[in-house]
């Protein structure tokens, strides 16, 4: 067994290696596990929101973020059904609450790289890969992980504590017997890019929600491989429509022509089933959750990864404060009550009222909600509490808050 005195986490994606990185940053020796060879590149995550660019400012992530990324301080909302405007959010308004008062469209493994690069400048980071955490243990003394390299060979590390970081099918969650409570939505998601610029073509915003009660439509735009932007559009695939059919060059075609009324190249497709999950509990002594381990929500809005990283900021504070002496169970319960609470309250309230807005069918109430974001919009007090709530400002205000 490989002894050690600091702390494992299972998992190496975003909201691990920032976790790693701030501890390694203290002093705190942390040993990342990723069982995937390098970061997917797959579309998952595009939006970093102020809150996060905040909070990155502390480990110098910012620069290189805001180098690669598109700033975005507008988001739109639309009406599909009668072409209208509906609302377009300003985050210039975060400016007294920010330092970052936009979001930036980057790629999410492109945040991961960045955030990799300035992790392995640490001694005290190290990052195994691909190896995979078969099983987690703790004892009165530490915690232990057996992991599995890429020959087959078994071996078990020892660490203080042990972070769960592994994702939504998470073992580590698995492990400590926490329930994962919540629901999973019955239509999938497609996620399309086209290197077509909607934006100049149809006058959008780099971020833009187009409410239609059957078929509504949400784009946004990312860097691409080189630079120049492609355009993200998410389209939600029907119950009965097949797997094969939602994925077709037809399906796509005709989503994009219904939605945009264009027919662009498409480059990339990906669709998968969304899920409003929370653990249960995310402490089990020394073992603990942060990220989509912890909490899962459907995309609308961009605040999963957003909220791990919150997660994983304030584990790694309270951690730092226990390698000092501080009261580790008083110090861990904290972070339980803090994260579970506002995941409930902000990303799970949030992105499901984002998707109940943008699918609604019945005519009155959906005529009602759209005014009710108009007026939002239209009211400075109101509008900054909106932009607050959605760039997880009020989240990490309120989680701070919570004893
Ligand atoms: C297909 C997909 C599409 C998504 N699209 C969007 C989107 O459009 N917008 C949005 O805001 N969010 C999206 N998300 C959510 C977003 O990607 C997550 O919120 C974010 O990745 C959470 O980061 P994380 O580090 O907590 O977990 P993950 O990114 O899931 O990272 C977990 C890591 O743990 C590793 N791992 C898992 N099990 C083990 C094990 N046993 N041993 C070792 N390593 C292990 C994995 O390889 C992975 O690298 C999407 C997620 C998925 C899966």
């Known amino acids: 067994m490989a002894k050690q005195d ?17 501890l390694a940053r203290h002093g705190i020796p942390v040993t990342v596990f990723d069982k995937a060879p390098k970061p997917p590149e797959d579309h998952r995550a595009a939006t970093l929101q102020p809150s996060t660019l905040d909070l990155f400012d502390e480990l110098g992530l910012t620069g290189p973020i805001l180098e690669q990324g598109f700033k975005s301080p507008h988001f739109q909302w639309r009406d599909r059904v009668t072409h209208e405007i509906v609302a377009e959010f300003d985050y210039g308004r975060l400016s007294s609450v920010s330092n970052h ?27 195994h890969r691909p190896v995979e955490v078969l099983a987690v243990r703790q004892d009165a003394d530490g915690a232990e992980c057996d992991v599995q390299h890429e020959d087959g060979r078994v071996e078990t590390f020892r660490g203080r504590y042990l972070i769960g970081c592994d ?21 999938r998601f497609n996620i399309v890019s086209t290197p077509v610029d909607l934006g100049a073509l149809l006058g959008f915003r780099l971020r833009n929600y187009c409410s239609h ?20 559009c998410v389209f939600p695939a029907k119950t009965e429509e097949s797997d094969e059919e939602v994925m077709s060059d037809g399906w796509i075609a005709a989503r994009f022509e219904e939605c945009l009324g264009v027919t662009p190249e498409v480059v990339h497709r990906n669709m998968y089933n969304v ?25 609308i809005g961009g605040m999963g990864m957003n909220s791990g990283f919150q997660d994983g900021i304030t584990l790694a504070r309270k951690l730092i404060d226990i390698w000092k002496g501080a009261d580790a169970d008083a110090l861990l ?26 699918e609604e069918k019945d005519p009155e109430v959906r005529r009602q909600r759209l005014d009710d974001l108009r007026r939002t919009c239209e009211d400075p007090v109101k509008h900054l509490e909106f932009v607050k709530r959605g760039s997880l400002v009020a989240m990490w205000e309120k989680s701070e808050q919570i004893e």
């Open 6 to 22: 600091g702390i494992l986490i299972a998992g190496g994606g975003p909201v691990g290696v920032l976790t790693g990185l701030y």
């Open 275 to 299: 899920h409003q999950r929370v653990a249960g509990s995310f402490r089990n002594g020394r073992i603990v959750l942060a990220g989509d381990a912890a909490h899962v929500n459907n995309p």
């Open 213 to 232: 009660p059957e078929r509504w439509v949400s784009l946004m735009k990312v860097p691409g491989e080189d630079g120049k932007g492609l355009w993200r």
């Open 333 to 358: 319960d904290r972070y339980d009550r803090q994260r579970r609470l506002t995941a409930i309250e902000y990303v799970q309230a949030q992105s499901i009222a984002n998707k109940r807005l943008l």
């Open 167 to 187: 994702g939504g099918r998470s073992i580590v969650r698995k492990t400590i017997g926490s329930s994962f409570d919540g629901f999973t939505w019955p239509e």
């Open 101 to 127: 008062p936009y979001v930036i469209q980057l790629e999410q493994h492109k945040t991961v790289n960045i955030t990799l690069a300035a992790a392995n400048a640490h001694p005290d980071f190290v990052l």
